[in-house]
């Protein structure tokens, strides 16, 4: 018998409700949520906020922190974490300055070398943690500290500066919109980001890396047992980590016109917040790139909107860590529901 009309219907609703329902769903709506009330609680608290000016602000300190937590969101599906990114980026921009400030490289090519700076790192992160067997915490954080060192000892422990090559900088200063449509100047640091952000969708989303990627955070001894070659796939992973952390070293140190050697200690703690801010599980298993994208848009509105309304830096800093707090807790809950 044919289901009438509004049976069809009820039916369509109940599984669109039930989708909406899903935890992974739920949170990134209660992120999104989250997202435009603090837009319009820092509106309506102060004129200066929703500002052209200060919005374009808002995405430019946002496009290096986002361009780690898109990495760090591909490590943490995994089930696993990956420390270095802040220093493996101070890495790249050294590498970067080298290459171009140093050896008189074009800037194309001092690009390119210093993303590939970030993917040997993020190549070796995954050997240690997949050939070696190294817990990722450690694998990491040794990492972290190798890279920190590098970055003082090939610099000199002195900032390497692109004056010469004022093309650089235009690489996160200058604008393409801003040729097209006079007075909307995004800076490109910004396009590359949400670019950044697609192809990492896609790839999470389109492509058999995705996929041996939610299934190594689901059950890495099931992936194994079912003929996939499990330390493979860990160390491509954590190489993409890489290429995104290489990024983010050419966008700073376009931003700065400058290699700071000692900058970057911090930076993997920010990201790995607005991943899991974003709704990706600590556990593994579960994430979205859009979701990573709201948690990064999320720190940087909340950190921009305390410090217009003159809240003190020491108390911004409980604030950031009292949402990363609440963060966590939503994904226990969400884990235990499921």
């Not at 669109?16 to 609680?41: C, H, N, R, Y």
């Not at 929703?50 to 943490?76: E, K, P």
Request: proline fraction near 4%; aromatic fraction near 8%.
């Amino acid at each position: 018998m044919k289901m009438q009309p509004k049976a069809e219907m009820a039916q369509l609703g109940g599984k669109q409700t039930a989708l909406l329902l899903k935890p992974g769903v739920l949170q990134q709506v209660l992120a999104f949520a989250s997202l435009i009330v603090l837009i319009l609680v820092f509106t309506f608290s102060s004129s200066n906020f929703f500002q052209f000016s200060n919005i374009v602000g808002i995405l430019l300190s946002t496009a290096v922190t986002g361009v780690l937590a898109l990495g760090s969101t591909f490590v943490i599906i995994t089930g696993g974490i990956d420390l270095s990114v802040g220093t493996v980026m101070t890495l790249s921009a050294v590498m970067t300055g080298v290459f171009i400030t140093y050896w008189g490289l074009p800037v194309p090519l001092g690009i390119v070398g210093g993303i590939l700076t970030g993917a040997v790192c993020g190549l070796l992160s995954g050997v240690m943690v997949a050939r070696l067997k190294i817990p990722p915490f450690i694998a990491t954080l040794a990492m972290m500290m190798i890279a920190k060192g590098l970055a003082l000892v090939i610099s000199g422990t002195k900032p390497i500066y692109f004056n010469d090559d004022p093309v650089f900088s235009e690489v996160s200063q200058g604008s393409f919109f801003d040729e097209i449509i006079p007075g909307f100047a995004i800076p490109n640091a910004v396009v590359i980001f949400f670019i950044a952000a697609i192809i990492g969708s896609i790839l999470l989303s389109r492509t058999i890396v995705g996929r041996y990627n939610f299934a190594l955070g689901s059950n890495e001894e099931a992936t194994r047992l079912s003929g996939v070659n499990v330390n493979y796939w860990k160390i491509v992973i954590y190489t993409i980590t890489g290429i995104f952390t290489g990024l983010a070293g050419i966008l700073i140190a376009s931003r700065l016109n400058s290699a700071q050697p000692a900058l970057g200690s911090g930076y993997e703690l920010e990201a790995i917040a607005a991943v899991v801010i974003g709704g990706t599980s600590l556990s593994g298993g579960k994430g979205t790139i859009v979701g990573t994208v709201i948690g990064a848009l999320i720190m940087s509105v909340l950190t921009n909107g305390l410090r217009i309304l003159s809240v003190p830096q020491e108390w911004q800093t409980v604030v950031v860590g009292i949402v990363i707090l609440l963060a966590v807790y939503a994904d226990i809950l969400r884990r235990r529901k499921a």
